[in-house]
Every structure is written in C-alpha cells, then in structure tokens.
C-alpha cells in the first residue's frame, strides 16, 4: 500500500521535529501560560474592576477574553517562523528540498509536506494553548474543540504567504522585519488583548484587513459558543483564501527553484 | 526491469543546457552502458554537473535527447529518480537526524515501507562500515563518515544507477581508499556508476570509460588507457634546473621526444622512451638539478586537453 507523497515528505519533518519536541513544546506551551496568567489575571483586575468591562468585553471577564485569543497569536507566531528560516534553509543551508527532489517527489508533493507540516506545528501549538485553557473553569468549553481547528487554520493563513515569500529568498535579512513589524504589531493590534473597537478608528480598518483578527474572533467565538453563521462564513473563507492562495504561490516558487 | 545489455543505460543525443545566454553544456552525446562505471572528467565550469543534474531528472534539457533506462527523461523524471541514487557534491545529510533516522526519512520519498527501510539501513551501514555510529547524529561524524552515509543513503532504493558527484572531494586519502573500495564493490555487484570527478587518480581507479568535458563539450573519450595511449605518448621525463633558467636550458633540449612543456619549476618531455630521451639529455651536455622519468598519467592527458590555466 502506498502512502501519497506529500504525506510521506511530511514524515521527515516529524521524524526531525520528534528529538526537538521539548524545546518546542516550551514554545508554545508555557509562554502563552505566562501571557495567560500575566495579563489575564493582572490587567483582567484593573479591567475588570472598572465597572465598564461588561460592555466592551460582552459580558466576558478580561480573562475569559483574552485566553481564546492566544490560541491564535500562538499559531500566528509558530506558523510565521516555521514558514521562514525552516523554508530558506531547506533551499539555502540544507538543502533538504534538492535531495527529496533527487527522488521520486516531485517539487509539488515537496512543498506540499512542507504546508502539512506547517499545519502540524501550529496544530501542535493550538492544542498546547487550549489544554492550558481547558485547566480554568472559566475557558473550559467543548468549542475550544472547535477552536482548536480555526487556530491551526489561522497559522496555515499565515504559514502559507510567508512560505511563498521565504521560498524566493536568498538570505534571511528579512525575517526579523517580518517578526518586528508584522508579526509583533498583529499580535499587540489584532484584537487578542483587547476588542478592536478601542483602537483609533483609522487603524480598525487595518486590524480587519489582517488575518490574526478573524482568527481571533472565530476562536474567541468558538470557545463562548458565540459563533453566527454569515461572520463565521467570512472569516474562514478569508483566511481559507489566503492559506490557498499562499501554498498556491509557494508551490510555484519550489518548482522554480527546484527545477534548474 | 534493466533493458537488455546492448540497449544503453543513459543515451544522450545533441544534448545542451543553457541558463540565459551562458551555454553550460554544449551539444553532447553520450552513451553508457549498464554495469559500466562511467566518468566525467573536466576543470570547473567543463558542464559536468550540469550535466548531471540533466542526467539526474532534476534540470530538463534546453534541447537534445536524453534518454534513461530507455525512458525519455523529461516525461518520466518520476520514474527514472525512483530507480536512480544521488550521491550530491555536498553532503545533503540532516544534520539534526541520526545517522539511521537519515536513510530511513530516505527510503520513505520513494515509498518504501518503513520496516523494510530500517531493514536496508542496517544492511547499508554494515556496507559502508558505519553500523557502531547508527545512532549517532550526522553532525559529529567526520568528512568521509559524512560521504559515506551520503553513499549509504543513495543507496536506499536499491538503485540500478548511481550518480556520483565528486565523490572525494575534499577527503583525506585514507578516507578516499574506504570510499574507492566500496564503489568498486558496488560496481562488482552490477551497480552501474556515473561519476564526476577532476582527480585523475580517482578517474583511472574506477573508471572503465570516461569523457573529457571542457567548455560544455566532450573533448575526448575512452577508457582511461586508451585516453593516455592516444592523447601522450607513454612516458614523462621531468627535468628540473635551479630556479629561473628553464628557459635556456629549454632551448638545450629542444626536439628531444614527442612533444615538451616548460612549466615554470619544471620541463615536461613527453617521449615513448623516458631513458633514451634521458640519454640524449646528458649527450646535449645540460645537467638538471634533479631527473623523473615516470608514465604518463590521465593527468599529462587531461591538462593537454583542457589547458594549464586556471578556471576558478
């Protein structure tokens, strides 16, 4: 019986990523418990004690707010650099996509393992996050199930353009502008911390217009079992559209560069 | 299934790659036989390893046929890679994997069941003598342990072809040896080699048929014998003078063998007797520092056929 071969592509990265787990369990585990218990229980008295928390945070504790939140920014932050320095490297340091590409793989079913193992990583991460959740009463809930998918989808959103975009470099210089001025500022801006409406109102367009924020808002809603049809329409299909489109362009970009 | 003996192995007709403007290989033909070892001999830039990644299913052809165990190497890339090994110029190991973990995450981009993976994997350290380091990362290992668990592992398939790039370069000699002996065995039980090198050592040792690429086109090809027997006569007499008067004592020489080369320690007179050329070295009154008279190698061949300049 045959195993299909992006799948089997994808068995290289796990096999790698099975002697670091430990490293990367911390990852993204603990420090979004940090963030959790840190801002969560800290700024959540300041806001909740407020009095105005009830209307801004519809009806939620700051903690309850912001914990769903995280399983998004995590899966943002595990995708974006899982989906740099690991893609360059593969072409530039290691070249592990030219020797797959040496055997029967074609460069498709090379840059497909990459994406599945793209959504394994922020899968991992999710499911880290959501089992810190699922230790408080107040963020226990069966949709962090369903959270747990609108999560990894939202890494996917993000691995996906970043892959395309690392699969054309030549060098890493622009990983750090990546980390500094996109990542950073989605994850302080996207609604994770506090709900959108609070930001001036030039900047709220933006915040829409990034994919962390429907990320947020399906996993928030998901969790609270707060979920409408039409709004949950249209945050998968964006961030559906942009992992596909993504993969699409990174795809090309392995073939280019796969085929000399 | 191999095709029967007569049909070639790899045949290439009028083959050329071109990047741009730049010609990297230049129209040529090529045949190689099955259970032959086949070498490409050539300075940097000759077009060997464009050549070879044509060869290897992974560059498709500006123009030409290219045609790999009687299938059309543009259309059936898949399937020529899925019975071919590549041993890359430089090592493509991970570097983050033990030394088993590499072959077995190998053996399963060509769908080989795992179990059966780790069955070969054993078999293959035993053969490249690495069986106490299976366990070991790739990362302590050693320039020649690294190669040979390069071989190991492009041997995964059960490959009916091999490609070797550069297999020893940058080795110490003890590890070349090692390396030497297991192609040679590989070889024996039908492997058939494809290799690219520019030590001529190398070349004599386990080439039974070679070209020589320079500029993009084959500039000679035979076997290593046939290639010394007709592109230099058989001996070398190397005569040294003290340092700076080669050129006058050139002059004393002159007319003495076939043909003479003056290097700047050294003169070079290709002659078929290195004794009698000797002879009338000592006749002519002129007294070298120092006198060699040796055979002559694939090297005398190789820096007639593509020069002495240097190609960086």
Redesign the interface.
Known sequence: M??P?AI??W??HF??YR??WKTNVMGSFVQPLLYLLGMGLGVGALVDDSGRSDALLDGLTYFQFLAPGLLATTAMMIAANEAMWPVLGGFKW???F?????????PNEIAGGVALWQITKSCIAVVGVATVLALFPDTRSWGLLLAIVFGTLTGAAFAAPISAWSATRDGDYSFPTINRFVITPLFLFGGAFYPISQLPDWMEPIAIATPLWHGVELCRNAVYDRLEFWPTVGHLAYLVTLAVVGWVMAARSFNRR??? | MNPPASTPLIEARQLVKRFGDFTAVGGINIEVRPGESFGFLGPNGAGKSSTM?MI?C???PTSGDLNIFGLDATRHG??I??R?G?V?Q?D?L????TVQ?NL???G????IPRAECKRRAQELLEFVQLTDRADSKIEPLSGGMKRRVSIARSLI?EPDLLLLDEPTTGLDPQARHVLWDRLYRLKQQGVTLVLTTHYMDEAEQLCDRLVVMDGGRIVAEGSPNELIREHSPREVLELRYPAGTNEEHAFEVEGIGHRQEALPDRILIYADDGEVALKEVHARGSIPESVLVRRSSLEDVFLKLTGRSLVD
């Open positions: 045959s195993t071969a089997r592509s068995e290289a096999t790698q002697s670091v290691w070249k592990k030219h020797s797959e590409a040496a055997t029967p793989l074609t796969l085929t000399l | 990644r290897g992974v560059s498709p898949k399937q890679r899925g071919m590549v890359p430089l493509q991970d570097e983050q994997l973990d077995i995450v190998y399963r981009y060509f769908d398939n």
